[in-house]
């Protein structure tokens, strides 16, 4: 099961009661964060406080975050990172924090060359890479040997357009997929999957064959068995693996990567949180700054066979957002969310999908 908190909804700026961009992840093997923007650590500690005072089990505990995934150095998605950092040192965090996201072969070599300096204006790398943000933020004090933990800071360099497996695999029993996206600087959406549960098992097949009941425990236990010198593999008496339900970040981006293709990904996401700049009467505009209206993201939703699509991401010129439903749908047929800050989005084990739509106090739990 995945749980998506979204915390901030509105681009660049704040507005109309909208963060920027943040949203935490929790997946069976444990927690993540997506994005950092400005004031993260306080909107994690305000929506988990605001959980338990409603009475549910979820949390979003800032010391349970295992991996920051990143999708692009844009400082409202990034300027709530180091004093996110330095709050787990003040606690004395003793285990490792994996930071990553995507940057270019020319700006690691560079920031390698010139640790904590921007680059030149002429030289094609761009000052928010996160090649050189990383080694800005080292710089300041996040690389100090007297920190409480480890900071792994891992640059995925995007070479083209293609989706690829994550090198760096820091949540167990979930496969995270790195997709490409078209954005100002280096970017990236992610995908993950968590590891399938086992198939049912064939308690007739083993009744039939006249099995003893201590037998049948130790094929359901997934131990093979030998019955007159032959062996029975616990495999066989398996039905087909469960769905292993995945989701999908989309990032900033325009459209068209590649990525956004369900042939092209491990699996259909059951969920798609896409961002949604702007609406149709300003694709030019949306181009321009490689960004997506709502029909951009539907059409994405669609070429990637998402089940469920929610937006976010939303300009600031937008204080109503009654429009970007029914652009998107114009587009794509399966259910639309217009998320809203502390909405939090469930995928269980079944495939599926739960928005909790945050209300004065608690949530209103819908089956999309
Ligand atoms: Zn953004």
């Not at 070479?159 to 280096?186: A, C, N, R, Y």
């Not at 099995?211 to 131990?223: D, N, P, R």
Request: with cysteine.
């Amino acid at each position: 099961m995945f749980e998506l908190h979204v915390l901030g909804t509105s681009s660049a700026r704040f507005a109309h009661g909208r963060s920027v961009s943040g949203s935490v992840l929790n997946t069976p093997g444990g927690l993540a964060l997506i994005d950092c923007g400005e004031g993260m650590q306080k909107r994690m500690m305000d929506h988990n406080r605001a959980l338990k005072s409603s009475g549910l089990e979820n949390r979003t505990r800032i010391s349970r975050i295992r991996a920051i995934f990143l999708t692009h150095g844009h400082l409202d998605h990034t300027w709530g990172l180091l004093p996110l950092l330095q709050t787990l040192d003040l606690d004395g965090r003793q285990n490792r924090m994996v930071v990553m996201g995507p940057s270019t072969r020319a700006a690691i070599d560079w920031a390698t060359q010139h640790p904590g300096e921007a680059p030149p204006v002429d030289s094609g790398i761009s000052s928010t890479d996160l090649a050189i943000l990383f080694s800005q933020w080292q710089a300041i004090g996040t690389k100090d040997e007297d920190a409480s933990y480890t900071i792994d800071w891992v640059l995925i360099p995007i070479d083209d357009d293609q989706p690829f497996k994550s090198p760096i695999q820091p949540l167990e029993g979930v496969t995270v997929t790195i997709v490409p996206t078209h954005h100002g600087v280096p970017s990236c959406g992610y995908h993950f999957e968590s590891k399938g549960g086992v198939g049912k098992f064939d308690i007739e097949k083993a009744n039939e064959m006249g099995l003893s009941k201590g037998q049948i425990g130790q094929l359901a236990q997934g131990k093979d068995i030998i019955i007159d010198d032959e062996s029975l593999s616990a495999d066989s008496f398996r039905g087909e693996p469960q769905p292993s339900p995945s989701l999908l970040v989309s990032g900033d981006t325009a459209h068209g990567p590649v990525g956004f293709n369900a042939e092209k990904l491990p699996s259909p996401p059951r969920l798609l949180l896409h961002e949604a700049t702007f609406l149709a009467d300003k694709q030019e505009k949306a181009t321009q700054y490689y960004h997506s209206t709502a029909a951009d993201a539907a059409r994405h939703a669609t070429s990637c066979k998402a089940s469920v699509l929610a937006l976010t991401h939303y300009s600031s010129r937008f204080k109503s957002l009654s429009s970007f439903v029914s652009e998107a749908r114009e587009h794509f047929s399966g259910p639309v969310a217009v998320t809203l800050d502390g909405d939090w989005f469930e995928i269980a084990t079944d495939g599926n999908v739960f928005h909790h739509v945050r209300v004065e106090n608690g949530w209103n739990k819908k089956n999309l």
